[in-house]
DNA sequence: TCTAACGGTGGAACCGATTCCATGTATGTA
DNA sequence: TACATACATGGAATCGGTTCCACCGTTAGA
């Protein structure tokens, strides 16, 4: 294992200070061109590259991101963590990944991990945070971006410590059920997130109701039933919805995973969708476009979720500019097979 | 942002050298039981957490695994680097990442990145990768683990340059076959990887058609069909076999997403699954299990080609182990409702 | 002609750890 | 008692960069 060179065997062979030498590394206008030239032909003869982590003890700064979310696994997460790696490397950024399982409680020990190896900034990427999240993020100094998370923060004070990048969640349920009832759909039941769990999908559940209210329908308690985002839970929930005296027309699960679910459990019961019994997906995963048949959805610019978090967040760190906290990108509707217009 | 503390002000506090607590913080064991008591209440007190880069630099490791993979957004991926995040959390290292966006062209900057990053190992998943491949990574001197992906090199001595973590493909494909000739079908269908890209998937064709031959089953040709591993590749694949003048009772496709595909031309033309064609696939990724009808398949034991991948490239990396290259992991298979006993 | 301002330059100090070396002290052995 | 050995200890040197400071030569302005 040969000794790697240093920038002080460059600023030798070119015959020039070391000083001049680091000064035409990064770019420093006060150098002749005379020895930017030797410096660069000897950087070029002993194919010198510069060690980042001398660096980054110098300078505090790693060109590093970390990036923690609830579950790899989730298909939802793969294109925002695409769009997050298309700007962090287009604008030389390096990624470092945590994948919590599911257990916020790894969460303290992940953010000190990233701390540690001195992150420039942090993205997170789960289901809700609180004050007290935020504050075990704060105390850590390290600028935050959290992406396609419900954000139930009461101390407005902690809004300047972080971008949220996110759907209008209320907006896009409300939407989505204004344009199912759209179709002619009277009789609509939901499969919502967690029950209980109080950020996880209460403004999908608001907005699905305002659509209702607003179209005079009321809501029916023994059809809004609760998974955990998952494919089974979808199906569960929908075995409970089956078993209810009268049957919806149309189920809105608030995942497309917990809609596929639900499709596979209508199947099975030897049901058509949408004849029988339509369907109504959230995400706009590519499994939905897969399944067959194939899930309407109102769906998430997932792609531009990770580049919008992450260039605002490295805009941040560049000091460009400073957290604006809430930022919403839009939603879109996508019709698909597994519902049909009634009138 | 106050100025972090320093070994220095531990020391400093505790009243002993500068070397007496490097000792301390890393556990060597020449170091009075008195000196070590209060070096760690120094260290207490002042919350002092080491500084990584700094221990890097002097130390040329930095704890930390570069993970360089095809496309995040493969469903394959997940559950791999679930094993690999596992493993590597356990034993302290951190994971960077980098997508390659199915652009082998990416590849060698991205070790490069890797490497100025100094990382003390890299896990490589694609396709396939050939003697030039394996230059690349081995002029880099990092040890490296591959995991499912075809090793097609010539050079033998290249095999002491990094581990491998596969399956055994054409005896998974083999077995399969094997399976469904048990299962009493005789007119067999193929799709398959990349035609003319002679490692995508030839083991598995050619276990494929070993099975054909030991049963004397002709290969019919006009059923050996080519797609890209994904849905969509699958879909038409399919249309393309339902063109044949004779149709086959069963297509294995050498992918469940190519499954999925092919399962969704053969039901949008009113086909059922598996009574006029049944479909087998490949892989075992969950997609396939939600599907509906759910997918019968070869499952590759893909969280545990993670960890095993990880834990072999670490402990080479600590010098425990050198690389033995080939490690064959055993696959399984999955009766699902795709396909159905003729017996 | 003298001075101020400025571009160009080399090198010391520094970032925060690890590690080696010199030194001191205690223990065991002849 | 003398000496070898082992353990304990402090601190300088080091890893490979960046940056600040001092210095020099040139040019512009008074």
């Known amino acids: 294992m040969s000794r790697s060179v240093r920038l002080k065997d460059v600023a030798k062979l070119a015959g020039v200070g070391i000083g001049t030498a680091s000064r035409v590394l990064n770019n420093h206008p006060n150098v002749s061109k005379q020895k930017r030239q030797m410096v660069l032909k000897a950087m070029e003869e002993l194919c010198y590259r510069p060690n980042e982590i001398a660096r980054s003890l110098k300078t505090q700064t790693t060109k590093t991101i970390g990036v923690i979310l609830m579950d790899i696994t989730n298909p939802f997460y793969g294109n925002v963590v695409k769009g997050i790696e298309y700007i962090a490397y287009n604008k030389n950024y390096s990624l470092l990944l945590a994948d919590l ?10 953010i000190d991990e990233f701390r540690d190896k001195n992150v420039d900034g942090i993205i997170f990427m789960g289901t809700s945070v609180n004050d007290m999240d935020i504050k075990i993020f704060a105390s850590r100094q390290i600028p935050l971006a959290i992406i396609s998370t419900n954000v139930n ?17 209320e907006k896009a349920a409300y939407d989505a059920t204004q344009y199912l009832i759209g179709l002619g759909y009277t009789k609509l039941a939901y499969i919502s997130g967690v029950q209980g769990d109080p950020n996880s ?35 569960k929930a929908m075995q409970a919805l089956l078993e209810e005296e009268e049957r919806p027309e149309i189920v809105f699960a608030f995942s497309d995973l917990m809609a596929m679910g639900a499709a596979k459990a209508v199947m099975s019961r030897g049901f058509r969708i949408p004849e029988d019994i339509a369907l109504f997906g959230f995400d706009g995963i590519e499994n939905g476009k897969y399944f067959h048949p194939s899930i309407s959805t109102v769906k998430q610019p997932r ?12 805009d941040w760190i560049e000091g460009k500019e400073s957290p604006t ?14 519902t049909q217009s009634l009138l």
Not at 154 to 169: E, G, M, P, Q, T
Not at 307 to 314: A, D, E, N, Y
Request: one cysteine or more.
């Open 101 to 110: 399982n599911c257990n916020m409680n790894a969460l303290k020990d992940r």
């Open 153 to 169: 923060v009461k101390d407005k004070k902690l809004y300047a410590k972080f971008y949220s990048v996110n759907i209008d969640n």
């Open 201 to 235: 999908s209460i403004p999908r559940e608001y907005g699905f109701k305002k659509a209702l209210k607003e179209n005079g329908i009321q809501n029916r308690q023994e059809w809004n039933k609760y998974g955990s985002f998952t494919f089974e839970s979808g199906y």
């Open 303 to 314: 792609y531009q979720m990770g580049t919008k978090g992450t260039s605002c967040l490295i």
């Open 325 to 338: 906290c809430m930022i919403t990108l839009s939603h879109s509707i996508i019709e698909r097979e597994s």
